[in-house]
T-cell receptor, first 113, second 114 residues
Framework: SAVISQKPSRDICQRGTSLTIQCQVD?????MFWYRQQPGQSLTLIAT?????????ESGFVIDKFPISRPNLTFSTLTVSNMSPEDSSIYLC??????????FGEGSWLTVV | GENVEQHPSTLSVQEGDSAVIKCTYS??????FPWYKQELGKGPQLIID?????GEKKDQRIAVTLNKTAKHFSLHITETQPEDSAVYFC?????????????FGTGTLLAVQP
């Protein structure tokens, strides 16, 4: 398995501000992902964080709103920019270990007021 | 692209009974099917997974079955306990491309009544 630490675990943010979420893994991993889980909903992939290059975004998500960094094989950040109440969600970091097993962190619970 | 449907959305069982959650997928090329358990206030936890070359997999009280022809897979929990109460998500992954992208079902809220 993988130990995935996310910071912050929770935050209440003012609309119009930006927040950066950090994800640290206990070992090097090939792939890191960021998911969003809106209240009472399922998980939606935001982007794949690529080490040393720009992230790959899914349809409906753009770099200006969700800039992502991945400076090495154990760390990534997701920024939620210019937040609105609609951005209130759980943001989850996930990683691939082995061929295709995917593990999740505990999530960062954001409330935008 | 892949689409995953999950049923039921809520399931209430008595402690000791069995619970079954079913998922269907659309992409016949999908080859990996994990199940996650999400307790309140926590991230999703991988509980079991199955690959397309296997029809059934069991781990203690939890089992998953896969029917590739019908494109559906199911989670079976036997002898349910109150601590099994959580939201369960199924997912499917299609091969190809540069990512291991999982498509998730809509989730099942399982309540085990003591």
């Amino acid at each position: 398995s993988a130990v995935i630490s996310q910071k912050p675990s929770r935050d209440i943010c003012q609309r119009g501000t930006s927040l950066t979420i950090q994800c640290q893994v206990d070992s090097q991993v090939t792939m890191m992902f960021w998911y969003r889980q809106q209240p009472g909903q399922s998980l939606t992939l935001i982007a794949t964080a690529n080490q040393g290059s720009e992230a790959t975004y899914e349809s409906g998500f753009v770099i200006d709103k969700f800039p992502i960094s991945r400076p090495n094989l154990t760390f990534s950040t997701l920024t939620v920019s210019n937040m609105s109440p609609e951005d209130s969600s759980i943001y989850l970091c996930s990683v691939t270990k082995g061929a295709d097993t995917i593990y999740f962190g505990e999530g960062s619970w954001l409330t935008v007021v | 692209g892949e689409n995953v449907e999950q049923h039921p959305s809520t399931l209430s069982v008595q402690e000791g009974d069995s619970a079954v959650i079913k998922c269907t997928y659309s992409d016949s090329a999908s080859n990996y099917f994990p199940w996650y358990k999400q307790e309140l206030g926590k991230g999703p936890q991988l509980i079991i997974d199955i690959r397309s070359n296997v029809g059934e997999k069991k781990d203690q009280r939890i089992a998953v079955t896969l029917n590739k022809t019908a494109k559906h897979f199911s989670l079976h929990i036997t002898e349910t306990q109150p601590e099994d109460s959580a939201v369960y998500f199924c997912a499917a992954r299609a091969p190809g491309g540069a990512t291991n992208k999982l498509i998730f079902g809509t989730g099942t809220l399982l309540a085990v009544q003591p």
